[in-house]
């Protein structure tokens, strides 16, 4: 059986998802596996350099996500940053995660099909894909660019919306903080390189002091001089 159309899954029909994957306690699984994630990954470009602005892709509807629609969007927006600004001139992020499991109590088609069908009502049927459960006004995916790139991350945020079951709005603001933080060894590579400076500062400064000295220590021996020689100039004046 190939895959279902999307609206088949975004309607959220329940309050709260009644899935749960233990990873402690296996046997107080709701369900025996969850299906492999298809979101290859989150974070896209460079995370090291810091942007002035970002672009952020907002829903309009309460829905549900795939996890096979998220990772078609990222791709989509991901190549179009990479063909326009570069791999060095963007910083991207998917800021939602597929947790809820997607279930179906599969049922025989055709002649014959009641005698295989039966069974007890309203099963809890077996898991098929993840989806992301999306709120009303909830950031999907966030790109960090500078001032002059806006244009181009808002035209790639927007043709997105042909790989997503809901309304977006495209967002830019200077909050960059919000996009979250950085992956770790970027933070770790970020510290080192925001010591090094301060390292550099330091000495740099330092020789500037010394330079200071130098030049205060010299002033009183260069006037000594002076005296020493209108007092010689004097004496010979006199003789």
Do not use: W
Not at 87 to 105: D, S
Not at 136 to 149: A, F, M, P, R, Y
């Amino acid at each position: 059986m190939g895959l279902r159309p999307g609206r088949c899954y975004r309607d959220i029909k329940k309050d709260r998802a009644f899935t749960r994957i233990a990873i402690a306690k296996h046997r107080k699984n709701y369900v025996g596996a969850n299906p492999a994630l298809r979101i290859r990954q989150f974070n896209m470009g460079n995370p090291s350099k810091e942007f002035t602005h970002i672009v952020d892709l907002i829903s309009q509807d309460k829905v549900q996500v795939r996890d096979n629609a998220i990772e078609a969007m990222r791709m989509l927006v991901n190549r179009y940053l990479q063909k326009h600004l570069g791999k060095e001139g963007y910083f991207m992020r998917i800021r939602v995660f597929p947790y809820q499991a997607l279930r179906e109590n599969k049922q025989a088609q055709g002649a014959g099909a009641d005698r295989v069908s039966q069974g007890m009502s309203h099963a809890f049927g077996k898991v098929i894909g993840r989806a992301a459960r999306v709120r009303k006004g909830q950031v999907i995916t966030s790109v960090l660019v500078d001032e002059e790139n806006i244009e181009v991350a808002k035209t790639a945020l927007e043709r997105a919306k042909a790989k997503l079951p809901f309304k977006i709005k495209v967002k830019v603001h200077t909050d960059v903080k919000s996009i979250g933080t950085r992956p770790r060894a970027v933070k770790i590579k970020m510290a080192e390189e925001k010591e090094e400076k301060e390292e550099k500062k330091e000495e740099g400064e330092g020789e500037k002091k010394t330079e200071e000295e130098k030049k205060t220590e010299e002033k009183p021996a260069k006037e000594e001089k002076k005296t020493e020689e209108k007092k010689e100039e004097k004496q010979a004046q006199k003789n």
